[in-house]
């Protein structure tokens, strides 16, 4: 067995992690989990409330996933699903889609995971188009402070200027317009002519913004002049749905029904990676004439993934975890609300279990907290064993599994707590 120092020292020279700059040193190496507890490779135990990146839904090292994922490797690991092969778990899983899905987003298209999703469903929307003869339909709206992954397509949709620098920004004609503007979005459809756009793409909640709510009217409005300029609505609920946001769709929310959804994370609860693109039967149906749908991956409705999923979303359901989000989400949210007395908590959002305490400079200007507040997760770690994480613009995020008990929540406001109560307007503490 390897000590911790030799894994430490392998992985410092061998492995690439996302953001995580070369000078940085530190390791935390995780051998462990069951339920919202994580332990590391020194036996040091965690308490999980990020939910890795805000999936683990229904929690770690739950057993019925893992004799499901065994059972189905013994019956088939994989077969591909390109052509016209397919598998029973992969049709089972759109079935289930089919009748849990919002609006009448019938159809699927399986990915393997949000970024792969994303892709997919910009290229799905500019082919829907092209086969229509809008040809010249080709550009892509998004927002600022949007996030789309980090692969080319979604990438350059994702509203985050450092998230692009250096790799090129767009990589096909787009734009980013400013959130919860929709008066905004019509002089953007006027200026670039809606004969040219293709779709918009958008999270209904904004996620890694951080828990960025929109107003009720707002999605019925952009919808509704979307839809009357002819352009396509992509909903990017890779975060949000399977009960993130306290319904299994938060589309649902909102009364708007869009033409593609794409959806990973929760889908799996992170057991395997996969992602669902949903889409209406008049989007499939027109991408599908011709030589057939040209978007596929080799892991597209991979069995085993499929088989994990139908598992989960059983457990999600007879478990009540959406509710449960609810409930526990709007618990922690009045626990934190005594935080906002200080003069560098600028708001607290919370939906579902997605919960965001904004760090600023001050309650006026609600500016950001200056960088060195990106350190705070590290902090309340050291200090607590409570694992949180700073989302874009120094806010704090606690997105825990939805099997999150009541001493667990209590246990993760209390670290957050302790650590936010002694913070200073330089963003240290
Ligand atoms: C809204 C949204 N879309 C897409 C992605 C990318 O998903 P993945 O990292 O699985 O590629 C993420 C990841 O956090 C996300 O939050």
Redesign the pocket.
């Known amino acids: 067995m390897r000590t911790v120092d030799e894994l430490i020292g392998l992985d410092r020279r061998h492995v690439v992690h996302p953001h995580l700059p070369l000078t940085t040193t530190n390791r935390t190496i995780f051998t462990r989990g069951k339920g919202c507890k994580l332990w590391d490779a020194e036996g040091r135990q965690y308490l999980d409330a990020t939910g890795g990146?805000?999936l683990a839904q229904i929690g770690h090292g739950r057993e019925e996933i893992a004799e499901v994922a065994a059972r189905q490797m013994k019956q088939l690991e994989y077969f591909t699903c390109f052509w016209d092969f397919t598998n029973d778990k992969a049709i089972e899983l759109v079935e289930r889609l089919a009748q849990m899905a919002p609006g009448d987003l019938e159809m699927s298209f399986f990915t393997s995971?949000?970024?792969?999703?994303?892709d997919a469903a910009i290229k799905t929307a500019r082919y829907y188009h092209y086969m229509r003869g809008e040809r010249r339909r080709t550009w892509i709206l998004s927002r600022k402070n949007?996030?789309?992954?980090?692969?080319y397509g979604?990438g350059t949709a994702t509203g985050f200027a450092e998230m692009n620098e250096g790799t090129g920004y767009w990589y096909f004609d787009g734009q980013n317009i400013t959130e919860f503007c929709v008066a905004e979005l019509e002089s953007t459809i006027t200026q670039i002519g809606p004969e040219n756009i293709a779709a918009m793409i958008a999270?209904p909640i904004?996620?890694?913004g951080g828990m960025i709510i929109p107003p009720d009217d707002y999605w019925p409005r952009m919808a509704e002049v979307l839809r009357k300029h002819g352009i396509l609505l992509i909903f990017?609920?890779?975060?949000?749905a399977f009960g993130r946001a306290g319904r299994w769709f938060a589309t649902e929310r909102f009364g708007v029904s869009p033409d593609i959804l794409?959806t990973?994370?929760g889908i799996s609860s992170g057991y395997i990676?996969l992602?669902a693109v949903l889409m209406t039967r008049d989007v499939a149906d027109t991408v599908r004439q011709g030589h057939g749908y040209p978007v596929g991956y080799t892991y597209s409705g991979h069995p085993v993934a499929c088989a994990i999923a139908l598992e989960n979303l059983r457990i999600l359901n007879d478990e009540g975890l959406v509710d449960r989000a609810n409930d526990t989400g709007r618990y922690i949210a009045e626990q934190l609300a005594t935080l906002l007395k200080h003069p560098n908590i600028g708001e607290i959002r919370q939906m579902g279990l997605g919960i965001a305490l904004e760090l600023v400079v001050d309650k006026e200007t609600r500016r950001p907290l200056p960088d060195a507040a990106s350190r705070i997760p590290d902090i309340i770690r050291d200090e607590t064993g409570v694992i949180v994480r700073i989302s874009s613009a120094q806010n704090l995020v606690l997105s825990p599994p939805l099997t999150f008990s009541r001493d667990e929540a209590n246990q993760a406001v209390e670290a957050v707590s302790r650590v936010l109560m002694r913070l200073k307007p330089d963003g240290t503490v």
């Open positions: 990146l805000w995971g949000g970024s792969e999703g994303d949007a996030y789309h992954g980090l692969a979604g999270e904004m996620g890694v990017d609920e890779v975060v949000t794409v990973a994370k990676p992602g």
